[in-house]
């Protein structure tokens, strides 16, 4: 089992808290979340990651206010660029239906949040997002995509279009 210095546990807290923002944490998020934390804490497989450490971390469930200890916690430039990159990537999967949209109310509050916190620059926020983007998993098909860009539209036999 990989023991974890005092920035590497405050970076999995702060994104454990984010995922846990809206009262849930999805499959999805539990899987991103091992397969980053094994990738980037550890430069390995998320084998080695394990499983009980994982859920220790996800069972403190930690309110969004305590972000504002957490970032303290983190020593330097990159680890507050991690931060941002890995809780964005969670908020991007963990989403519940098709029909809600692409980030939660919930988990948008408590990124805002993160965001407001870690006092990067706009440019340098928008260059995390763009890179975090690029390393989700990849939807399905086709199929997946259209029915995810067109949640929320009213049914195509109505003919009134998108709904409001």
Not at 33 to 52: R, W, Y
Not at 69 to 89: E, H
Not at 98 to 109: G, L, M, Y
Not at 140 to 159: I, K, M, N, V, Y
Request: aromatic share 4%.
């Amino acid at each position: 089992m990989a023991e974890f210095t005092p920035a590497q546990a405050a970076l999995l807290r702060i994104v454990c808290t984010v995922a846990w923002a809206d009262g849930e944490c999805s499959k999805a998020e539990r899987e991103l979340l091992a397969e980053q934390m094994a990738t980037q804490l550890h430069g390995g497989s998320p084998e080695s990651f394990g499983d009980a450490q994982l859920e220790a971390f996800l069972a403190e469930r930690l309110p969004v206010s305590g972000l504002d200890d957490l970032v303290t916690q983190l020593p330097g430039s990159d680890d507050r660029q991690l931060a941002l990159k890995l809780s964005y990537m969670m908020v991007r999967v963990g989403r519940r239906s098709p029909a809600e949209p692409s980030i939660n109310a919930q988990e948008r509050v408590a990124y805002r949040h993160l965001v407001e916190l870690l006092g990067l620059e706009d440019a340098r926020i928008q260059e995390i997002e763009w890179a975090a983007e690029a390393d989700l998993p990849k939807k399905e098909g086709l199929a997946q995509l259209l029915a995810e860009l067109t949640a929320g539209w009213r049914s195509p036999d109505d003919g009134r279009g998108p709904a409001a």
